[in-house]
């Protein structure tokens, strides 16, 4: 007989391992600060005369922290307060003061003002040339009590030459740290936000929050009335509004000179104030000058300026000139009635007569995605609305540039597209891969629409389409792509497509891509329209016929017998297929499937 033994004992739970952990706590000048409670888990001890202490028989993962009344305490080399710990540790602590004037440091760019306090944060003001960092959060509603209706807590930091004191010239780190709850009711010198005036400074990682600016100023932004001369980096700006003022822009009134860079708003409301003021007003900025803008973003931005005398009005920029724009983006709404509206910029311009400024007039990859509702200034003769921008004025240069936009237009704006409601001027524009893919809804009669832009100076279009529906009203002129405005010459336009469906009243001129009035015929080659009920297929003027080498429409959804270009007509099948395309480069430019763009041909770029 086998016996089999079981030892049925209970496991023996492993004793803990205690272990003891120490430090100081010293003040950023490396003062000790004695009587300072430290905590670790359920122990605490105080430091002694020299800051220092210890904690034994501890086990297990603890957080330790240190208390003081009137300090902010944080592990060194962080902005944490706090830290975890499960075995034998040194912690240093440093403690800023939250009763002085600033928390620690000396005001040099090595020894920055250390903020801690909202107190500490308004006392910039008095120190316009000094640098700053700060490390928590502040609500501004600490320095004025919260009441039920919008009450003042912040006045402009920075003034204009020559007033004392002057514009802020120092530098500010928020190290990624919110301000919360501003309030500005009231400019200084005619500038209000945050900053009123900013010249020559560096300002970088702060974020703000549920901020009010409502002032009847000249120049207003959320983050700054005004930019001279200054770089700035990465400011977020999230659940805010800013109204009133003459010049309004979302994050400032103006910028000159400057570089802003990697900067984001969110769920911000920009708006003009329908009686008086809102000339100007742009989602992020209303006049740029001379600036760069690079990865710069606006998400669930509102722009609104009903004010009937409103000149320029943009999604991301009022009027912009000499200036450059790249990796920037509008998402949102505008609700607007002005002279130039655009979805990025209202009005684009090069000025010779300021050779010194810094001249780098381009847009390179940015886009605009929302809604437009746009109207006519009605003391002026003229209105031109564009998806992307209202009106070019010798700005050469617009690359990557799309537009995903839904735009409705009344009060008889003049003219109404896709991408660029105008393009004028002496020196030669150039659009490479741009596009419109959207609506247009104009409802008023004698209107004028087109897919992508208008133009009465020489422009190149080059790998850009238009992909839309279009509606009008009576007597309206509708081209898919192009509309040319008298003898210009240089016009030229190459591998682009228009598609869509257009429906117009009685009385319309409508053509498939292009319609001009001139003897000066513009280059257009390698292109094609799929636009359903047009007037003329391809190409309407008004004098005589063009001629359009390489270029094909649909007939089989165009319903039109004339045209005034040599473009071929191809039945639907034809046009989806490759081999219809003779001489066309299927390898670097275009491409055909008949999963994309319902099998007609597109542009390599457009699914990059």
């Not at 007569?353 to 929302?370: A, T």
């Not at 071929?568 to 275009?590: A, L």
Request: glycine fraction near 10%; aromatic fraction near 12%.
């Amino acid at each position: 007989m086998v016996f089999f033994l079981f030892n049925c004992a209970a496991p023996i739970t492993p004793i803990p391992v205690e272990y003891s952990i120490e430090g100081t706590v010293k003040m950023w000048d490396g003062s000790p600060l004695p009587n300072v409670t430290v905590k670790a888990g359920t122990k605490q001890t105080e430091t002694d005369a020299d800051g220092k202490w210890s904690i034994t028989g501890l086990t297990g993962t603890v957080t330790v922290s240190a208390e003081l009344q009137d300090y902010y305490i944080v592990v060194t080399g962080t902005v944490n307060p706090n830290k975890q710990v499960s075995s034998a540790a040194t912690i240093d602590f440093t403690t800023y003061s939250e009763t002085d004037d600033f928390g620690g440091g000396t005001g040099t760019e090595n020894d920055p003002y250390i903020i801690v306090t909202a107190q500490q944060l308004n006392n910039i003001r008095d120190n316009l040339d000094k640098h700053f960092k700060q490390i928590k959060n502040i609500d501004l509603n600490d320095l004025k009590s919260k009441l039920g209706t919008p009450v003042a807590n912040w006045e402009p930091v920075g003034r204009d030459f020559p007033v004392s004191p002057v514009p802020f010239t120092g530098s500010y780190n928020g190290m990624g740290f919110e301000i919360q709850n501003m309030v500005v009711l009231s400019e200084v010198d005619g500038y209000t936000g945050f900053f009123g005036l900013v010249s020559e400074a560096s300002i970088t990682n702060i974020v703000f929050k549920n901020a009010t600016v409502d002032c009847d100023a000249s120049y207003s932004g959320i983050f700054a009335g005004g930019l001279n001369d200054s770089v700035i980096d990465r400011i977020i700006i999230e659940n805010s509004s800013v109204s009133q003022s003459s010049c309004i822009g979302g994050f400032a009134g103006y910028t000159s000179g400057s570089t802003i860079t990697n900067c984001e708003m969110e769920d911000v409301t920009v708006m003009a104030n329908p009686d008086s003021g809102g000339y100007r007003v742009g989602g992020f900025v209303q006049d740029a000058s001379g600036s760069w803008f690079e990865s710069c973003s606006l998400k669930g931005v509102e722009v609104h300026s009903s004010n009937s005398s409103s000149e320029y009005v943009g999604g991301f920029v009022a009027n912009s000139g000499i200036s450059g724009f790249k990796d920037c983006s509008f998402e949102g709404t505008i609700n607007a009635t002005a002279t130039y509206i655009g979805g990025f910029v209202g009005y684009a311009s090069w000025h010779e007569e300021e050779p010194e400024k810094m001249s780098f007039d381009s847009f390179e990859n940015c886009s605009v995605s929302g809604q437009m509702s746009a109207g006519r200034n009605p003391s002026y003769m003229d209105g031109y609305v564009g998806g992307f921008v209202g009106w070019i004025k010798d700005v050469p240069n617009f690359v990557y540039c799309t537009v995903q936009m839904d735009i409705t237009v009344d009060l008889n704006a003049t003219t109404v597209a896709g991408f660029a409601g105008s393009i004028d001027g002496s020196k030669e524009v150039g659009i490479f891969r741009c596009s419109f893919e959207g609506s247009i809804n104009a409802p008023d009669d004698f209107i004028h629409v087109s897919g992508f832009a208008f133009t009465y100076s020489n422009v190149s279009f080059d790998q850009c389409y238009a992909d839309f529906a279009i509606q009008t009203d009576d007597k309206a002129e509708i081209s898919g792509f192009l509309t040319m405005i008298g003898d210009v010459s240089g016009v030229s336009v190459t591998n682009s497509y228009a598609k869509g469906t257009l429906n117009s009243g009685t009385g319309s001129t409508s053509a498939g891509f292009i319609i001009m009035s001139s003897d000066v015929h513009p280059t257009v080659e390698k292109c094609y329209s799929a636009v359903k009920d047009v007037g003329c297929a391809f190409l309407y003027n008004y004098y005589g016929e063009v001629t359009t080498p390489d270029c094909y429409y649909d007939s089989e959804i165009c319903n039109s017998v004339d045209d005034f270009s040599t473009a071929i007509g191809k039945t639907t099948t034809e046009m989806k297929t490759q081999s219809t395309y003779t001489g066309w480069d299927f390898d670097e430019i275009w491409d055909i499937n008949p999963s994309i763009n319902e099998g007609y041909p597109y542009l390599i770029w457009e699914v990059w």
